[in-house]
């Protein structure tokens, strides 16, 4: 079955960068776009991109550029998110997606949170 | 972006209702509009694709109409387990965007 297994929480500092990951199994990595999408405290969700795989082809939220990167390892099935210069607004859970008719399965999320 | 508007916020129904939550999109979506269900602490789960394409695994009192700019998710006789929050996505056109949610109890 489809698995999506993401790196565990993490506490930052404001300012710094953050690297999480998200482990695919169950199926063809190279086949299907992987979204990542955010969930503020007691908020709705926002889409912030997606990479394909095969060829590292991104989409962006424009709200999003300059803040994350996406990056995969086809050799290991793992894809990464990188946020950058990170403030109290990213503090968050972060989902990696399996983009299927639009997102279909979802990791279990990593919770980031920004704080001195 | 398109922006989707979810109704109601807030529903509270009984066992064996019949429960409608809606979406609009400030645009023409055609048919690509996801539902999902999300547990306290959990990951949001695939309901309905595509309109009204129902996820394996998913049991049949959740079904999902409309078309063009308005949605509905309907759940046919309400069960406990339902107790969640549903989130309706636009996968139309980048970005994706999702309603703000409907928190739905136990009368």
């Known amino acids: 079955q489809v698995k999506l297994l993401q790196s565990g929480a993490a506490l930052v500092k404001p300012g710094a960068s953050v690297k999480m990951s998200c482990k695919a199994s169950?199926?063809?990595?190279?086949?299907?776009?992987v979204s990542w999408v955010k969930q503020s405290h007691g908020k709705s969700l926002e889409w912030i991109g997606e990479?394909?795989?095969?060829?590292?082809?991104?989409n962006f939220n424009e709200k999003f550029k300059g803040k994350a990167t996406l990056t995969v390892d086809k050799s290991t099935s793992t894809a990464y998110m990188e946020l950058s210069r990170l403030t109290s607004e990213d503090s968050a859970i972060y989902y990696c997606?399996?983009?299927?008719?639009?997102?279909?399965?979802w990791g279990q999320g990593v919770m980031v949170t920004v704080s001195s | 972006d398109i922006q989707m508007t979810q109704s109601p916020s807030f529903l509270s129904a009984s066992v064996g209702d019949r429960v409608t939550i809606n979406c609009k999109a400030s645009?023409?979506?055609?048919?690509?509009l996801n539902w999902y269900q999300q547990k306290l602490g959990e990951a949001p789960k695939l309901l309905i694709y595509?309109?009204?394409s129902l996820q394996t695994g998913i049991p049949s009192r959740f079904s999902g109409s409309g078309s063009g700019t308005d949605f509905t998710l309907t759940i046919s006789s309400l069960q406990p387990e339902d107790v969640a929050t549903y989130f309706c996505?636009?996968?139309?056109?980048?970005?994706?965007?999702f309603g703000a949610g409907t928190k739905l109890e136990l009368k």
């Open positions: 997606t399996r983009s299927g008719f639009g997102v279909d399965y």
């Open positions: 169950g199926y063809t990595f190279t086949d299907y776009w």
């Open positions: 990479i394909y795989p095969n060829s590292g082809a991104t």
């Open positions: 645009q023409n979506i055609n048919r690509y």
């Open positions: 595509n309109a009204n």
């Open positions: 996505l636009q996968h139309n056109s980048w970005p994706y965007t």
